[in-house]
């Protein structure tokens, strides 16, 4: 069954380094997001991504963050300046349509710890 | 502005008791509700969906879930809790066109089942 990979799994770095985590959507899917799970608490939108531009950003998705797809494969999610506060799992998903009959699959995650 | 929340932030069973993890949501137009379960250090995996049609939706691991749109409610059940079944469950809501296609998670419930 398709599903959708991200890597690394575990990415420690340092305050104030760029990190870049990476993510393979399902091969047909077209639309792609990027959401955040800090320690505890609830899974939050980050972003959303149609046709090579952001369709939605939420409040967190500040100028520290963005998204490119480089490639027809990958979908990656950029933070520049890392803080302490972007320690989280970041889930990457895709689904074939907008709509919200089209489920959304979910990636099993990239552990970020900022040190 | 669609939202979902989740009653009781921890919720214990015996093995072999009936589960039940409560849901409400809010949404100004029909309503596509999921439940996702993450088990520790994992991922997001789908246990049910409800879009439209029957409002009892049967889902993976025994697990079903009753849309009723007169309470506002998606409430997850399981006749016989295992213990395998320990883990923490999100409930979750698309928007749709009216507040972005981004799906909303509720605050998590974490399910502890005891022998």
């Known amino acids: 069954e398709p599903e959708v990979t991200q890597t690394p799994s575990h990415q420690v770095t340092q305050m104030g380094q760029e990190v870049i985590l990476r993510c393979v959507p399902i091969?047909?899917?077209?639309?792609f997001y990027w959401y955040r799970q800090i320690l505890g608490q609830k899974v939050e939108f980050l972003v959303s991504?149609?046709?090579?531009?952001?369709?939605?950003k939420s409040e967190i998705f500040d100028d520290q963050f963005s998204v490119e797809r480089p490639d027809g494969s990958n979908f990656t999610l950029k933070i520049r300046s890392t803080k302490l506060e972007d320690s989280a799992m970041y889930f990457c998903a895709s689904s074939t349509g907008q709509g919200g009959t089209n489920e959304q699959f979910f990636g099993p995650g990239t552990r970020l710890t900022v040190l | 502005a669609q939202s979902v929340t989740q009653l009781g932030s921890h919720v214990s069973v015996s093995e072999g008791a009936l589960v039940l993890l409560r849901c409400n949501y809010s949404?100004?137009?029909?309503?596509?509700l999921f439940w996702y379960v993450q088990y520790p250090n994992q991922g997001l995996q789908l246990l049910l969906k409800?879009?439209?049609?029957?409002?009892l939706v049967k889902g993976i691991n025994g697990f079903e879930a009753e849309f009723k749109k007169s309470e506002t409610s998606f409430h997850l059940t399981k006749p016989s809790a295992h213990m395998s079944d320990a883990a923490e469950y999100f409930c979750a809501v698309r928007g749709d066109y009216t507040g972005g296609f981004k799906t909303i998670f509720g605050a998590g419930t974490r399910l502890f089942v005891k022998a």
């Open positions: 091969s047909n899917h077209l639309y």
């Open positions: 949404s100004s137009v029909p309503p596509y």
């Open positions: 409800y879009t439209t049609g029957a409002t």
């Open positions: 991504f149609y046709n090579n531009e952001i369709s939605e």
